[in-house]
């Protein structure tokens, strides 16, 4: 059964829009990786906005969890300066769903367990009118979408799984 990313992804695909989940890190490189001709019609979240949890935080060995070299009393090189450390997540043992590896360094939810995301999309005036021309859209296929009408804010899409 498709939840409603799904579904909205394949009917936005048909309307000319560029829409994708999980592309590359952050918004400045997954932009670089956007290969569309209208960039007006471009809907993508990124590694960042779907990543795991980690909530395997420990205190940093090195300087006891305060952040600073007690020697030169400068930012801890092993946490820097955070005073923990996060251990790459490499078993996946916990999860109770197979994550999404696709983009090296990081483990994302796929849509069916995030549930929703923000989403980035061109600001432009243009950009801006053609979001707000899908929104009957992103409503039929079961999803809401919590946006403030803004070019300098992103939409927040949530669907049923």
Known sequence: MENGFTKLQTRLRK??????????CCQSCAWGEVEHT???????NHSQDCEVPDTSEEDCEYCDGTGFDDEDDVH??????????????????DLDYEP???VSGFVCMP??????SMFCFDG??????NLKAIIPIIEECGCK???????????DISWDC
Do not use: Q
């Open 111 to 116: 849509p069916e367990i995030a549930g929703s």
């Open 145 to 155: 979408i919590y946006w403030n009408g803004s070019g300098k804010t992103r939409p």
């Open 76 to 93: 801890c090189a092993h946490c820097e300066g955070e005073g923990f450390v996060s251990p790459l997540f490499n078993d996946f043992e």
């Open 100 to 102: 999404d590896i696709s």
């Open 38 to 44: 209208d960039m007006t019609k471009v809907l993508f």
């Open 15 to 24: 309307e000319g829009w560029f829409v994708e989940w999980n592309m590359p």
């Open 124 to 129: 432009t005036d243009e950009g801006v009118a």
